[in-house]
């Protein structure tokens, strides 16, 4: 039996984290925590507003991976998820989180 829908998978695996950040989008800028990361992407939850739209690049900013560019992938309900641009340097960055600063964290509650 083949499936009916025809749905994206993730094609990594994410860890859970507690990163507090910085999101630039053009001229608007708002405080975030990053959720969750892997090797290609980041869940954002805003504390602030930030009108961002799918598609378009953005830029996370915080202490263990610095900065990093990518897209929007989708906004709902105060949370941003972020496909990391492939450049040398935020693959690089993310990279370097993973070997020398990752501890995986537990979710709690529900939102």
Not at 39 to 57: D, M, N, V, Y
Request: hydrophobic share 35%.
């Amino acid at each position: 039996m083949q499936p009916r829908f025809k749905m994206e998978s993730r094609g990594s695996s994410r860890s859970h984290c507690r990163i507090d950040s910085k999101v630039k989008y053009f001229d608007q800028q708002a405080d975030a925590r990053v959720m969750n990361v892997s090797r290609t992407g980041i869940a954002l939850e805003l504390f602030g507003r930030l009108h961002a739209a799918a598609g378009s690049k953005i830029t996370v900013e915080n202490d263990d991976m610095g900065l990093i560019e990518g897209v929007v992938r989708w906004c709902r309900s105060g949370r941003l998820g972020i496909h990391i641009r492939q450049n040398s340097n935020s693959h690089a960055q993310v990279v370097s989180y993973f070997r020398h600063f990752h501890k995986d964290v537990r979710p709690f509650g529900r939102r």
